[in-house]
């Protein structure tokens, strides 16, 4: 049965729908004091996702942008993973959003040559820590974080994964 949404890239002309999407999630969902001033990224997908070989896709339907996920490429075979927002109503097993974006992400990263994501988050997101774990990521302190990895100051729980060739999922 086909998805009722698709996974595709993302680029500058989605800024709007992105930011639109992110925002409210991060300040009236989470209260997170964060605001596009601290987020130029969004603004300009392109040079800070793609320019260095990461990447960004959605999940879009009917023209409705219901879920983000991107990579930013850190070298060392590394990427962080960032913007991992799902529209509240499509959260959850069913339809799916969530997992298909993460399935995007770590078959981009095969394809890449990445061996290794950290990313971090905030401690009340209780569900996407549930989630990244079930995605085969675990959880290390910031010390353990790579001194290449580019830290966001509201983050203060990361987690890493390890990605093989022959079993990521």
């Keep these: ?10 680029t500058n002309a989605h800024a709007p ?8 999630i991060q300040q009236h969902e989470f209260n997170v004091p964060i605001d596009i001033a601290a987020q130029p990224d969004l603004l300009d997908i392109e040079t800070a996702y793609f320019r260095n070989g990461g990447h960004f896709w959605g ?33 959850g097993k069913e339809p799916g959003v969530a997992q298909h974006l993460m399935e995007a992400l770590l078959t981009y990263c095969i394809g890449a040559d990445i061996s290794t994501v950290y990313l971090g988050t905030i401690q009340t997101m209780k569900a996407a820590h549930r989630f990244y774990e079930r995605n085969g990521f675990r959880t290390i302190e910031k010390a353990d974080l790579p001194g290449y990895y580019p830290d966001m100051a509201t983050d203060n729980l990361y987690y890493c994964r390890t990605i093989t060739k022959h079993a990521f999922l």
């Design 1 to 10: 049965m086909p998805l009722p949404f698709t996974i595709q890239p993302l």
């Design 59 to 91: 999940a879009i339907s009917d023209g409705r942008l219901l879920g983000t996920i991107a990579l930013i490429s850190i070298g060392h075979q590394a990427g962080a993973l960032r913007k991992m927002f799902v529209r509240k109503e499509y959260r």
């Design 17 to 24: 729908q992105i930011v639109d999407l992110i925002l409210p």
